[in-house]
């Protein structure tokens, strides 16, 4: 398995309000399977931080694609790139 690091930054606060139920529900869903490893907006609500524990990059942009903030059009992706945990350790 691989870490992934997200980072995003919101472009329509309004559409994503209205959107944020279903993307935490799918988070929910996420972390239940393994999928997710920690996530949560930055405190000024500009963006946010996503940790996916997957098999591969490939898998990663599977689950992105169907986060209902994806479909809502709601974000750009400022980096996406794998990511190694070092504290606490593995």
């Known amino acids: ?6 980072q995003l930054k919101f472009t329509d606060p309004d559409r994503r309000m209205e959107v944020r139920p279903a993307h ?5 869903e996420l972390y239940a399977a393994g999928k997710l490893h920690t996530a949560g907006p ?18 990663v942009r599977d689950i992105i694609a169907k986060d ?3 479909a809502a059009d709601v974000y750009e992706i ?6 190694q945990q070092l ?3 593995a």
């Open 1 to 6: 398995m691989a870490l992934f690091a997200l």
């Open 24 to 28: 935490r529900d799918y988070l929910t």
């Open 42 to 59: 930055f405190t000024d609500q500009t963006g946010a931080l996503l940790i996916y524990d997957v098999a591969d990059e490939a898998e």
């Open 68 to 70: 209902p903030y994806t």
């Open 78 to 83: 400022v980096t996406l790139q794998e990511w």
């Open 87 to 89: 504290f606490p350790p």
